[in-house]
């Protein structure tokens, strides 16, 4: 073997726990250490891990791994090109920890996965245990709240009750189901009520108890007494003997059962819908399930645990109990923002130079936080164009609220992440102070005028001059096109409106003046309203290729803030320090598999978008001729199709096709392929190899989460109390929104007699149906 060597410790059989701050720490299990390097092929790595641990791990694993100085996400390695990644991340390292972590069946991917599935599988003899487990000798603490093993809950239902664990039943280890693991559960709670003079700490582990023993027993109850220092409870069977009855002891919070009639006479008539079901206890069966798939419905949480445990719940009821188990997984919303201060604080101290700013109102809630990450602006001043997208998105978690967000684009044209903020609203005084806040991250750097893409709604269209002076504002086609159809009038069918928007759309990519005018002229035909729009309302200066006067590189639209959306939608239920720390990670993760792209790129001269383009462009250069002119040796006449004018001087066409991308065009390729130099040399710098790599030269530091207690040490005691916004979402389902595309697209009537829209034929005036 030769190059680097890395010695991979492949770990299985263990368990990943959550820490505080989301750090995933790996407990358990066997080790096994073998030596790779870069020629490793990654059949052959998996092939030893299947010898090594004695299974076919081709088929029943999956192989992951931790990126350096970031334990919070998983990496895959599932071919050659992943495996030679892991060893290039760890070539400061002699070692790289492997985990092979079991492949789900596709059943148990879905949501639908049942309650114990969703639960790891723990070994049969400790499933079965019939002496009482001593807390000190546990392997792991039960009371962690980030850790949830079946062992652990059968002990811990056990200790609660002070009794001895004595199971006596056969378990049937090829059932594929998860039933075995429900019925492990119920088991143990058999025995949550042993008796009189049974203590519990107080009355709502005793009514936590209960529940569990009538669940084990299929049996309802109902509640005679239920206060803080008394329960009374009888068999909801009428003329069933079975009650209980427990009270507080004097001077202490112990409640203890003081009478019980344990037999029952209905045989389980009274059914478990008689069950007072709580929150917490929906809470506590769903934690583990939640944990693994955050999209657990509540629908489908009322289907599992009637078909497990045959309890009857309502969607209310399973809603409020996955809302209990996500704040005990990820805290409140209102920590959240009261972390807010510090954790700012803590960007700016593990990134320095990153601005990170929030406001609070009057009442202290929340207003606003701007985030703009030092690597970020860096690589945007370095190696991107001038060029910045502006768009929002609404915040469906618990205090709504909407993501602004800033991005451009790298020499390989794909999204380069600015700067976000998460705002109360959006509203036109937010978006000035996002404005401002990014002047401020970037004005300094920055050398020449910035093109903004955006909206000409929101106010925008007057803020971005003001902020920004010497800009350029290009209008978002998408949105410009939104309110082309939304203003106009008249009965035009689907198909008139699918028309006008591609003749607009080709209006707006047109290179020359007499190309828009042909469109326009086109648009004109199929509508009057359309065209008045177009040329007295549009603005076409600041959206048409042939007019615009700064350089937007042929981006039309503002939609390359869609990552910051789709990462905003995966922390939507996150509290909010949990959700910008989601979105850094993100970025983080994003810059560093990038410079790793760059790293790769080895004896290349352009970004692979670029070189592809530019091959086109070759290949479209061949056989046209070229004439140089005999006044001056940088002008050229290029004939083929139509008769172009090349100025080599000033990279200029009469095509515009190069002033507009920054590549030579085929006209501009056949010259300079006439003149023996390559075009390579003619291409703007930001599609270059190594301007990539300066775009992502720098990384991004992971930020520790703080609790609550941490944040008081952290700030010396003196913290910045920040409340929750007073918007909440409304309850119901939101009503949704039209796209333009279905508003273009949706179907008019029309009449199948008269050719007329807006009516059909049963309604036609023209020709009226006959009366019998």
């Not at 250490?33 to 010898?51: L, P, Q, R």
């Not at 060893?87 to 148990?108: C, G, Q, R, T």
């Not at 370095?382 to 800033?406: H, I, N, W």
Request: glycine share 6%; aromatic share 10%; with cysteine.
């Amino acid at each position: 073997m030769s190059g680097k060597r890395v010695i991979a410790i492949c770990m299985s059989g263990g368990q990943f726990l959550t820490e505080k701050g989301g750090s995933l720490t790996y407990r358990g299990g066997d080790a096994h250490a073998i030596d790779i390097d870069e020629d490793t092929m990654f059949k052959d790595f998996i092939s030893e891990i299947g010898e090594m641990f004695n299974f076919d791990a081709t088929s029943t694993v999956c192989l992951k791994y931790f990126l350096p100085d970031n334990k919070k996400t998983l990496i895959s390695i599932s071919n050659d090109k992943d495996l030679k990644r892991m060893i290039k991340f760890h070539e400061n390292s002699n070692s790289a920890d492997v985990y092979l972590i079991p492949e789900a069946p596709e059943a148990s991917r879905s949501s639908r996965t049942t309650l114990s599935e969703a639960i790891p599988p723990a070994p049969l003899e400790d499933m079965i245990d019939d002496t009482t487990v001593p807390e000190d000798h546990l392997p792991l603490s039960v009371s962690d709240p980030t850790v949830v093993t079946i062992e652990q809950v059968m002990i811990q239902a056990a200790e609660d009750s002070q009794i001895v664990t004595t199971p006596s039943m056969i378990l049937d280890v090829n059932n594929p189901s998860g039933d075995i693991l429900t019925k492990a559960r119920t088991q143990q709670w058999q025995n949550t009520i042993t008796g009189l003079g049974q203590r519990f700490k107080n009355v709502g582990e005793f009514r936590e108890s209960l529940r569990k023993y009538a669940i084990a027993n299929q049996f309802g109850f109902r509640y005679k007494k239920n206060d803080s220092h008394r329960v009374t409870v009888r068999c909801k069977a009428e003329g069933c003997p079975w009650r209980i009855h427990a009270s507080r002891l004097s001077t202490t919070q112990l409640i203890c059962i003081k009478k019980m009639t344990p037999s029952h006479t209905c045989e389980g008539a009274g059914g478990v819908n008689g069950l007072q079901t709580s929150r917490s206890w929906v809470a506590s069966i769903i934690k583990e399930k939640l944990r693994v798939f955050p999209n657990y419905k509540p629908k489908d949480i009322v289907s599992d645990i009637k078909e497990e445990y045959g309890i009857q719940l309502n969607y209310f009821q399973a809603w409020r109990g996955k809302e209990i188990a996500r704040e005990q997984l990820q805290g409140s919303y209102k920590d959240g923002y009261k972390q807010l201060p510090v954790y700012c604080e803590k960007i700016i101290e593990t990134n320095p130079g990153s601005i990170v700013t929030f406001a609070t109102k009057e009442d202290s809630s929340f207003h606003r936080v701007f985030v703009s990450f030092h690597t970020s602006v860096y690589g945007f001043v370095e190696g991107c164009r001038p060029l910045v997208f502006l768009d929002s998105v609404p915040l469906k978690a618990k205090y709504q609220g909407t993501l602004l967000a800033a991005t451009s684009v790298d020499g390989d044209d794909e999204v380069f992440p600015l700067a976000f903020a998460v705002v109360d609203a959006e509203s036109e005084d937010n978006w000035e102070w996002f404005l401002i806040q990014l002047r401020t991250a970037i004005s300094t750097s920055a050398a020449c005028p910035i093109t903004f893409v955006a909206d000409r709604l929101k106010n925008l269209q007057e803020l971005i001059p003001k902020v920004f002076v010497n800009s350029f504002h290009a209008y978002c086609l998408r949105y410009l096109t939104e309110e082309l159809i939304r203003d106009l009038k008249g009965p035009f069918s689907h198909e008139i409106k699918r028309l006008i928007v591609d003749e607009f759309y080709s209006a707006a990519y047109a290179p020359r003046q007499d190309s828009f005018e042909g469109y326009v002229e086109k648009i004109r035909g199929l509508s009057q309203d359309a065209y008045n729009w177009i040329v007295h309302n549009s603005k076409p200066d600041h959206w048409a290729n042939a007019y615009f006067p700064g350089a937007r590189y042929n981006h039309m639209t503002s939609n390359s803030g869609e990552p910051f959306f789709t990462w905003a939608s995966e922390a939507n239920e996150l509290p909010i320090t949990q959700m910008v720390d989601l979105i850094r990670g993100k970025i983080m993760g994003m810059i560093h598999m990038r410079r790793i792209n760059g790293d790769e790129a080895n004896g290349r001269r352009l970004t692979p978008s670029m070189e592809i383009k530019l091959e086109k462009e070759c290949l479209k250069a061949q056989g046209l001729n070229v004439t140089s002119s005999s006044a001056d040796n940088d002008l050229f006449q290029v004939q083929g199709e139509t008769y172009e004018v090349v100025n080599m001087a000033q990279c200029d066409c009469s095509c515009k096709g190069w002033q507009l991308t920054g590549l030579p065009c085929h006209h501009a390729v056949a010259v300079i392929s006439c003149s023996g130099r390559s075009a390579y040399d003619f291409c703007s710098r930001y599609y270059s190899v190594d301007n990539y790599r300066l775009t992502y030269a720098m990384s991004i530091s992971p930020v520790p989460l703080l609790d609550g207690e941490m944040c008081r040490e952290s700030s010396g005691g003196d913290v910045m109390t920040v409340t929750p916004p007073p918007t909440r979402r409304p309850p119901g389902r939101p009503p949704k929104k039209k796209t333009s595309g279905e508003e273009v697209m949706k179907r008019q009537l029309q009449c199948s007699k008269c050719k007329g829209l807006g009516h059909n034929k049963s309604t036609c005036k023209v020709y009226p149906p006959l009366e019998c």
